[in-house]
């Protein structure tokens, strides 16, 4: 959520910002005349409640003096009314301002490159060469359905399309994953460990910018929860409405969880294979940190986020999101991106983003300096790495050309020394 004072006093500014969003200004239109609405109103209230104390020291004047007071006592009762009336209004008026102002995305950072699109999205490094295959790459759900891995039929049966039954070797090798990237934030990256609920509140689920904006997109619940679309949402929310200290920044936490995401918007998108599923898992990354050191710091998270790909071997890129591309709550964004061989192309993996105190101020999250003065946190988070899409890259860029897969060395010690996948290999 942006400053209301701020954007009061740059409203040209924010304008431009949506425009390079690509969206219109229909939106902060309606909430300068939201804003302009209730101000009158509240200076109407003020200037009513002003007279309505002169009345009252008036009438008791005239009590005193044994005056009759009648006309005066008729205009304080009108002005009762109306002030009753102003209240409602004025709280209808608030309560619809506070709403659209959660749809207001946040401004650009300075850095952000222009453009209407992906297209327009900045290359800034690429790591590891692609390998050249002396035989056609097959796409993962081939290979995964050869070594007996990967259930896609079983998963629509048993849920609906879009989900998948891992297996055998598929389930270690996913699990593997997960412990590798665990270990790896935790044990040489410095972060916290935490094993959030996977489900969660509106309050929370409001705290990091899903709701209300992206209702459709989530799995809702009873007892007002919601499955999480990313463990973002609860560990981000973990220090909601506290302060903290300034000595206790910066914060890193660490966290597994599957996700939940209906993919309301990505009807004939990469519909089969894992790529994209309505339940995956994620390793994710979450930063409180100082706001003079938030962009330092999301550098060194996708350094974090990159060492995984690193270790396993896999070639990748990092790109910049341009201003049409953002997330709606993020100011700057770093997409990486790793080599699919099947597609001949590279495929987002992570996102990293600096939400600077956007998240913060939904959510409350403030912290009290050496001075004493209460400032907004700044919130950072990335895929550290979404785990399917890591398994996907190992099978295809590791396939070989009898249909086996080899292991990435660094995995073996968590696959029980398992080498190479094969059909045959059976795992209990």
């Known amino acids: 959520m942006l400053d209301w004072k701020w954007v009061r006093e740059h409203r040209e500014d924010v304008a431009e910002a949506l425009r390079k969003r690509g969206m219109g200004t229909e939106l902060l239109d309606t909430l300068f005349a939201l804003d302009e609405k209730r101000r009158a109103l509240q200076r109407e209230a003020d200037a009513l409640k002003q007279r309505k104390n002169q009345l009252a020291k008036t009438i008791g004047a005239l009590k005193r003096e044994g005056k009759d007071p009648g006309m005066l006592l008729a205009e304080g009762e009108e002005i009762s009314g109306r002030l009753e009336s102003i209240d409602r209004e004025l709280k209808e008026v608030e309560e619809e301002w506070k709403e659209k102002l959660l749809f207001l995305p946040n401004i650009p950072h300075e850095s952000v490159p222009p453009g209407n699109g992906e297209e327009d999205n900045v290359e800034v490094r690429r790591w590891g060469e692609p390998r050249e295959f002396t035989f056609p790459p097959r796409p993962h759900w081939e290979i995964g359905e050869t070594l007996n891995i990967l259930d896609f039929e079983r998963g629509a049966k048993i849920a609906s399309s879009r989900f998948t039954v891992l297996k055998g070797a598929g389930a270690l090798l996913e699990r593997a994953l997960i412990n590798f990237m665990l270990d790896l934030h935790t044990l040489k990256h410095g972060y916290r460990e935490i094993f959030p609920p996977f489900l969660v509140n509106t309050k929370t689920m409001t705290g990091t910018g899903q709701l209300p904006k992206f209702f459709d997109d989530l799995y809702h619940c009873q007892d007002d929860l919601h499955l999480i679309p990313t463990a973002e949402v609860p ?67 996708v350094r974090d986020a990159e060492e995984v790909l690193e270790l396993l071997g896999l070639p990748y890129r990092v790109v910049t999101l341009c201003t049409a591309d953002l997330g709606f709550a993020a100011a700057k964004t ?33 912290f009290r300096s050496h001075t004493g003065k209460l400032h907004y946190v700044h919130t950072l988070n990335g895929s ?28 073996r010690r968590y696959m029980h020394g398992i080498e190479i996948l094969t059909p045959e290999l059976e795992v209990k």
């Open 384 to 411: 550290g790495l979404a785990v399917g899409r890591t398994l996907v890259a190992i099978l295809e860029n590791y396939q070989q050309e009898d249909g086996t897969v080899v292991v990435p060395e660094v995995l």
């Open 235 to 301: 560990v981000t929310n973990l220090h909601a409405d506290e302060i903290l200290e300034e000595d206790d920044l910066p914060i890193y936490y660490v966290a597994y969880s599957a996700c939940f995401r209906r993919e309301a918007g990505s009807y004939g998108k990469d519909v089969r294979g894992l790529i994209r599923q309505h339940q995956f898992n994620k390793v994710e990354l979450v930063k409180f940190v100082h706001p003079d050191t938030s962009y330092d710091e999301l550098e060194e998270l």
């Open 334 to 366: 770093y997409d990486i991106e790793v080599w699919l061989p099947s597609q001949g192309r590279y495929r987002e993996i992570s996102s990293c983003s600096n939400f600077e105190d956007f998240q913060a101020r939904r959510a409350n999250i403030r």
